[in-house]
């Protein structure tokens, strides 16, 4: 494996802070990542060095935020990870397919520690004609939905339907569904917890993009959602509706025409902001905890690469030019852009020059990663100190000007790294509220509280 570290040059708000590219000597290049710690990212990515039958292995590489190497790890099977989700501080969850000799897609999600050693898999090999597991999320309770499509028609595709299910994080399937949308070119391709608790599933039928809201059971709870309605009769592919603060929704799509159609809309899919031209437009799966989100655009050809931060109303926040060769036949393109807790973020995806390479590159300034929605923030937020951090059992939320006539007493919820909620009851103390967190499993825990109409939030382990 061979790294290059190139450090490319500050602007204003938008910030390019250094860029890695990993070459495994064939077509390679990265198609899904998730935080896993403070400053520890792990990204998936195709591996072409073993390349059968146009089908290329699956491979992990855990980096720093600096984008040092810490460690890479290649799957014993050819195919795609579509997205990760992270289970526990020490499981992911990687979904997509694995693929054989004759190119057959087969929907698989496997669970995986630090380590890269196996946990369990779920593997949908038992339905008929080419599946694909396309996305990912965990639920307040620890519950996982999946949600992908099967295509019956392998020759001349597509004929196929939607699925969703929910399982345990310890694998175990509690109940799976197949819906008919409406159309013989159905997909979905993206799943989220939306405000309400309820899930969004995104996806196409016919060349629409459509969403369809689900309850934690599986039932379909609202008609059919048309977000965005394309200009030119082509299949959409990689389509995304993301749930964002307020009851609106991130709509992503692109055409095999080359096209790329990108909205923000309310909740009957009417146009807050949109747009539509030839190019692509990253997977923003993740989105800033002010509601804001961080993008890559490109324009045809791979003319006029960029970065973008926008905000949830659609205005603009920053734009960054992205620094392209000059040579047309080689470019940059990003699939998707990590948050972290310190505010930058990695955009991961290809470079091509000659072969293609793993390309990651840490943006600065993209927001802080949001908590679920169905926890939504009504207030602004201050981050304070925790102290003693880490802990066995006390802390000090170090709450400023804390005045007579305060709340004796405030509910803390402690958010774990697997998106599960825990109410715990905090007294004011000198200095600050005093939280005791012994009853919880040792990890990392995001807790917040109001005082006074102001929410307070900290970051704190429990040894």
């Known amino acids: 494996m061979v790294l290059l570290m190139i450090i490319l040059s500050l602007t204003t708000k938008g910030q390019v802070l250094s860029e890695g590219m990993f070459s495994f000597g064939r077509t390679s290049y990265t198609t899904a990542g998730v935080l896993i710690g403070d400053s520890t990212y792990l990204v998936g990515y195709s591996d072409g060095r073993f390349s059968r039958n146009q089908s290329s292995a699956k491979g992990f590489l855990r980096i720093k935020s600096n984008l040092d190497t810490l460690s890479s790890f290649l799957l014993p099977e050819t195919g795609q990870i579509n997205q990760m989700i992270k289970l526990s501080p020490n499981q992911v969850l990687a979904v997509g397919y694995t693929s054989n000799q004759n190119i057959n897609f087969k929907a698989r999600a496997d669970c995986y520690d630090l380590n890269y050693t196996y946990q369990w898999s779920l593997n949908l090999d038992t339905l008929r004609g080419n599946n694909v597991i396309t996305s990912a999320c965990i639920d307040t309770n620890g519950f996982v939905y999946l949600t992908g499509y099967q295509d019956l028609d392998t020759v001349r595709g597509f004929n196929s339907r939607v699925f969703c299910l929910r399982m345990t994080s310890f694998g175990t399937i509690d109940w799976f569904k197949f819906y008919d949308w409406g159309s013989p070119l159905q997909a979905s391709y993206s799943i989220a917890q939306m405000e309400n608790g309820n899930f969004m599933v995104g996806g196409t039928t016919g060349a629409l993009i459509v969403g369809m809201e689900i309850d934690q059971y599986g039932n379909r709870v609202a008609p059919l959602t048309t977000f965005f309605t394309p200009n030119r009769p082509y299949y959409n592919t990689y389509t995304v509706v993301q749930p964002l603060p307020g009851n609106k929704y991130l709509v992503r799509g692109s055409q095999q025409a080359g096209y790329v159609c990108f909205a923000i809309t309310d909740r009957l899919g009417n146009a807050i902001y949109r747009e539509w031209h030839n190019g692509g437009i990253s997977l923003p799966y993740i989105h800033a905890a002010d ?87 009504s207030v602004q937020v201050q981050a304070v100190s925790a102290y003693p951090n880490p802990t066995t059992g006390a802390v000090v939320l170090g709450i400023p000007s804390l005045v007579a006539g305060q709340a004796s007493s405030v509910v803390v919820d402690a958010l774990d790294m697997r998106g599960v909620r825990h109410q715990l009851q905090a007294t004011n103390d000198l200095g600050g509220y005093r939280l005791d967190i012994s009853g919880l499993a040792a990890g990392l825990y995001h807790l917040s509280l109001v005082v006074g109409g102001q929410r307070y939030v900290a970051r704190v382990v429990r040894e």
Do not use: C, Q
Not at 311 to 329: D, E, K, Q, R, V
Not at 338 to 356: C, E, K, L, N
């Open 291 to 377: 509601g804001s989100f961080t993008i890559a655009h490109v324009d045809s050809n791979n003319a006029n690469p960029r970065i973008e931060r926008i905000a949830n109303s659609g205005t603009l926040i920053w734009s960054l030019p992205y620094p392209n060769p000059a040579n047309p036949s080689f470019y940059r393109s990003f699939y998707g852009i990590i948050p972290s807790y310190d505010g930058t973020g990695v955009a991961y995806g290809r470079f091509v020059m000659r072969t293609t390479s793993v390309l990651l590159s840490k943006i600065a300034n993209v927001g802080y990663p949001a908590p679920p929605l169905s926890m939504p923030l």
